[in-house]
Each structure stands twice: as C-alpha cells, then as structure tokens.
Nanobody
C-alpha cells in the first residue's frame, strides 16, 4: 500500500519560511518523479514544484520560482519543499505527489498524499 505522508505545514507570517516534508512508503521511491501541488478553496489543484527520479532536474511554477526549493533523499524515501519569502497568496493545502510515468515538469501523479495546510498571514 502506497503512502505519502506530508508534514511541516502551519501558520507563518508573510516573509517567513516553512519546510514541508513527505515520507513515502510502499513504492520504489527512486523510480518515481515527485512533486508538490497546492490547492485553495474553490480552485483547481495546481502544480508548484517537481523533481526527477534522480533529483537532477527540477521544475517550478512561475509563482514560486526563486522562493521555493524542492529536493529529495532517495536513501530515506523523503521529499522536501523549502519555502522562503512566503506570501499570503501561498496559503493553500499542499499535496505531495508521485508519478511513475511522467517527469518533473509535466507530472501526472499516480499517488497523492493527504495534504498539509500552509497559512501565511499578512
């Protein structure tokens, strides 16, 4: 059974930082491109960041580029999103996602985590 478990969300002031983590189990982690998506009420889930199986290729949405950094540790089956210079518009539920067949920039996830809430106060 595949499980993607996010942690690290919370409340932070604008300009601050948060680090999200995703612990993966039940899959061959190193074989999956991974990513972070986010969703606010009434809107579709949107891509935020993606990383290739080996971690050499990363992709970001324009809205987070230069502020967020995605990384992975294949030895620990862990995905991370470092979020800096947070803005109120970054407030959303953040989801970890895994894809076996698509890459860092065009992720079509096979699996999703349950999500973690990030709230940025202005």
């Amino acid at each position: 059974q595949v499980q993607l478990v996010e942690s690290g969300g919370g409340l932070v002031q604008a300009g601050g930082s948060l680090r999200l983590s995703c612990a993966a189990s039940g899959l061959t982690f190193r074989s999956y491109a991974m990513g972070w998506f986010r969703q606010t009420p009434g809107k579709e889930r949107e891509f935020a960041a993606g990383i290739s199986t080996g971690g050499l290729v990363t992709r970001y949405s324009d809205s987070v580029k230069g502020r967020f950094t995605i990384s992975r540790d294949n030895a620990k089956n862990m995905l991370t999103l470092q979020m800096n210079s947070l803005k109120s518009e970054d407030t959303a539920v953040y989801y970890c996602a895994a894809s076996f067949t698509t890459g860092a920039g065009n992720l079509r996830p096979d699996y999703w985590g349950q999500g973690t809430q990030v709230t940025v106060s202005s």
